[in-house]
């Protein structure tokens, strides 16, 4: 079981950038995803997820509004859309695979396996 997160980079504050968490060994429809990040010197807090019926989505109040999570099944990806970026989401994003529940979704004990992150900096 493998989950790969690409698309982070350096973009300007108000800019935008997609990250994609691709996943191997196991079908998305299976488990719910999570989005995670960490900043310099700050735990990993909880951005977005999706549960395993994959019907809602639910976002940190931090981002609410501003990022957006899909999933394509047929290519076993989750996408974060993420916009209006701000200097406070420079971070370290991962992506997870787990049984996230609508009262723990953001529980990084709820998620059994996870990608190796990707850096997203947004300068001010």
């Known amino acids: 079981v493998q989950l790969q997160a690409s698309g982070g980079g350096l973009v300007h504050a108000g800019g935008s950038l997609r990250l994609s968490c691709v996943t191997y060994g196991f079908r998305l429809v299976d488990y719910g995803i999570g989005w995670f990040r960490q900043a310099p010197g700050k735990e990993r807090e909880g951005v977005s997820y999706i549960r395993v019926s994959g019907g809602s989505q639910y976002y940190a109040n931090s981002v609410k509004g501003r990022f957006t999570m899909s999933r394509d099944t047929a290519k076993n990806t989750v996408y974060l859309q993420m916009n209006n970026l701000k200097a406070e989401d420079t971070a370290v994003y991962y992506c997870?695979?787990?049984?996230?529940?609508?009262?723990?979704?953001?529980?990084?004990?709820?998620?059994?396996?996870w990608g190796q992150g990707t850096e997203v900096t947004v300068s001010s």
């Open positions: 997870a695979a787990g049984r996230p529940v609508a009262s723990a979704g953001f529980t990084s004990t709820v998620y059994y396996y």
